[in-house]
T-cell receptor, first 115, second 114 residues
Framework: DGGITQSPKYLFRKEGQNVTLSCEQN?????MYWYRQDPGQGLRLIYY???????QKGDIAEGYSVSREKKESFPLTVTSAQKNPTAFYLC??????????????FGAGSRLTVL | AQTVTQSQPEMSVQEAETVTLSCTYD???????LFWYKQPPSRQMILVIR??????QNATENRFSVNFQKAAKSFSLKISDSQLGDAAMYFC???????????FGTGTSLTVIP
């Protein structure tokens, strides 16, 4: 079945450590996204990528980094520079058609807790 | 960035009754898309319904329908015959016709009372 796989589902990190969240999709979607979800704040865009080897910062990119070396993969690294990294992280993908009614397909999410 | 506002942080409805969730948005564009997503306790986001702004007819998906008021920039979701499985967080989202960024509201937590 086609879909998006995020791993790990739960992750604990000590302060000062970098961690990488994995996101893989087999939907043949061009665009991929990372969102952060905090209580009462909805989904906030961290980074998105429309094609391989290209990505753009979202509204809250500081302290995060991404890569897009393959169409299927869009890993997110939470660096030690991110001041408040404890959150729920959602990866999503969509076809890339600016004039079409593209929808986002989401992974199951990763919960990061900083100890 | 576009702004999407959901002014009801929490709502509740009796089972089998109807409930309406509100959403407003701010845009200067004439062509765009609007969505409602559901996030149940599993936290898996699911698309509920979508609306193209150029279509005057309101979208409907089974028990879910929208009231799209373009001039008022309002996009409410109506859930009819509410079921226990409808209990979830509901997010309204906007996407421009000229880009591929999606903007989300802060969500409405819906409780269904048996």
């Amino acid at each position: 079945d086609g879909g998006i796989t995020q791993s790990p589902k739960y992750l604990f990190r000590k302060e000062g450590q970098n961690v990488t969240l994995s996101c893989e999709q087999n939907l043949n979607h061009d665009a991929m996204y990372w969102y952060r979800q905090d209580p009462g704040q909805g989904l906030r865009l961290i980074y998105y990528s429309q094609i391989v080897n290209d990505f753009q910062k979202g509204d809250i990119a500081e302290g995060y980094s991404v890569s897009r070396e393959k169409k299927e993969s869009f890993p997110l690294t939470v660096t030690s520079a991110q001041k408040n990294p404890t959150a729920f992280y959602l990866c999503a993908s969509s076809i890339f058609s600016p004039s079409g009614a593209n929808v986002l397909t989401f992974g199951a999410g990763s919960r990061l807790t900083v100890l | 960035a576009q702004t999407v506002t959901q002014s009801q942080p929490e709502m509740s409805v009796q089972e089998a009754e109807t409930v309406t969730l509100s959403c407003t948005y701010d845009t200067s564009e004439s062509d765009y898309y609007l969505f409602w997503y559901k996030q149940p306790p599993s936290r898996q986001m699911i698309l509920v319904i979508r609306q193209e702004a150029y279509k005057q007819q309101n979208a409907t998906e089974n028990r879910f329908s929208v009231n799209f008021q373009k001039a008022a920039k309002s996009f409410s979701l109506k859930i009819s015959d509410s079921q226990l499985g409808d209990a979830a967080m509901y997010f309204c989202a906007y996407r421009s016709n000229t880009g591929n960024q999606f903007y989300f509201g802060t969500g409405t937590s819906l409780t269904v009372i048996p």
